[in-house]
């Protein structure tokens, strides 16, 4: 008998054990991100807008969202601007203000035109950004503009206004009561910084008391407050911007003053290098449809260590049922509200040849995938390539759309057409180096099977995101 009930205890024993590895095992498998579709993928809806942009703002009105950004590679001497009605297809803007002319004082640096803000209160729109290392305002009746600067020609917070620290990055957080509140601030050399916050007066242009430092535990820069079930929600980021290291973290407060301790599930996005997905960061979040949102940018691909060009992206992030943010999964699919349908719908079929490719991961191919990541690059020895779409029968297009790698950089190129593929007929000449954009959209189109784009010798390198015939 003593012995039956040894052998019974011992294999209850193996059974919890068995059961203890089996959970271990179960809670690595949540922990390790889960493997997807290769990052060069076709119909990948991240990056969402084509080209090189980071520190995005979010800014919904009643029939468009508008996305404003820094333009990478570190910026330049305006801002990034997109607007989409529907999230999937998207065009850019020309804004007339901040320019790093425009923006200029005896502070200033020699940093470009970095990191917007905006936000609509009282039929105005008010924007916040950094140029210079300072903090400029500007206000429109227009999401578009033009923008002016409310304070004439001089910055908000000028670039000495707390030695020893960056004066960039900052996001104004409107409350529920109608208060708004400006965050800002950044480290140096890549030593982690401060994070102040200041209620601004209705004027949205003047300060209402002292600035008060509300650095919360691993901070670097990129503040942006977010409000949830009745809690303060100070997100940041910490880490290089120009490797893996960068990730999006988050503190707890009370009151958009503050004090704010660290979350228990911070930090919030980290790099999944096994999935190439690498230093997301300084990030907004949006909401739509009773969902929540976070855009972020993360590095370009193939990763090149030598230069800092990343994209925007988008993921849903949740909160658990005692309101913390949950861990957010970066992916190359991105959310369901990204996917509402093919990004290229309509689009007739074709099949993209070239004069030459760099490579197999900038093949011709590339233009037709429908994947922002990639894009098509002629050989560096091809002094005049071109680029060609048969769409397999003779058609009479609408439109063609062409999405170049910079969108606020002139192409000069020739469009031609033909209906066998040996008799050519030009259709446009764009020359003008006001000829910016994207996408080109060019109308009037023949009776056609091929279209072909031919690029002289010129400044700006030939590189193509997506190519569509509609």
Request: one cysteine or more; a negative charge; proline letters at 8%.
């Amino acid at each position: 008998m003593n012995q039956l009930r040894r052998s019974f205890r011992f294999w209850i024993f193996l059974v919890a054990l068995v059961n203890v590895f089996t959970s271990m095992g179960a809670a690595i498998a949540e922990t390790k991100p889960a493997s997807q579709p290769r990052w060069d993928a076709p119909h990948h809806p991240n990056p969402f807008i084509p080209g090189y942009y980071a520190d995005a703002s979010v800014l919904q009105t009643a029939k468009d969202t508008f996305v404003y950004a820094t333009e990478d590679p570190w910026g330049g001497r305006t801002l990034g601007c997109w607007r989409s009605a529907d999230l999937e297809h998207w065009s850019w803007c020309s804004l007339n203000w901040p320019t790093k002319e425009a923006a200029t004082s005896p502070t200033s640096g020699d940093s470009m035109v970095w990191a917007p803000s905006v936000i609509a209160k009282n039929g105005r729109y008010h924007m916040y950004v950094a140029v210079g290392s300072e903090v400029w305002t500007g206000v429109a009746d227009s999401p578009t503009g033009p923008w002016k600067n409310p304070l004439g020609n001089k910055p908000l917070i000028p670039g000495n206004y707390r030695p020893g620290y960056h004066m960039i990055d900052a996001e104004v957080f409107l409350d529920t009561d109608g208060q708004a509140y400006l965050y800002w601030g950044s480290g140096l050399h890549w030593v982690n910084g401060h994070c102040f916050v200041v209620k601004l007066k209705p004027d949205m242009k003047t300060f209402d008391g002292e600035p008060r430092d509300v650095t919360p535990a691993h901070y670097f820069e990129a503040p942006f407050l977010y409000k949830h079930g009745g809690k303060y929600f100070l997100m940041y980021s910490e880490g290089k911007t120009t490797d893996s290291t960068y990730n999006v973290r988050y503190a707890v407060g009370s009151s958009p003053m503050g004090p704010f301790h660290e979350g228990v599930n911070s930090p919030l996005l980290v790099s999944d290098e096994a999935n190439s997905i690498l230093g997301p960061g300084h990030h907004a979040i949006f909401e739509r449809g009773g969902k929540s949102y976070i855009v972020y940018h993360r590095h370009s691909l193939p990763f090149d260590s030598s230069s800092v060009r990343r994209q925007l992206c988008m993921d849903e992030l949740t909160f658990s049922v005692d309101g913390e943010p949950q861990k957010i999964v970066p992916t190359h699919l991105g959310p369901a509200l990204l996917r509402k349908t093919v990004r290229d719908a309509g689009a007739l079929p074709a099949t993209a040849s070239a004069s030459s490719s760099l490579d197999a991961i900038h093949d011709a191919k590339r233009v037709t995938d429908d994947n922002y990541a990639t894009r098509w690059i002629p050989a560096a020895a091809d002094k005049n390539p071109w680029l060609e779409l048969d769409l397999h029968k003779v058609v009479e297009p609408s439109r063609t759309e062409i999405r170049f790698e910079y969108a606020w950089k002139p192409y000069h190129f020739k469009l031609l057409a033909s209906v066998d593929g040996k008799t050519w007929t030009a259709v446009e000449n764009h020359d003008s180096d006001d000829d910016a954009g994207s996408p080109v959209t060019i109308t009037g189109l023949p009776r056609v099977r091929y279209l072909r784009l031919e690029f002289p010798v010129q400044a700006t390198p030939v590189s193509i995101f997506e190519w569509d015939v509609y």
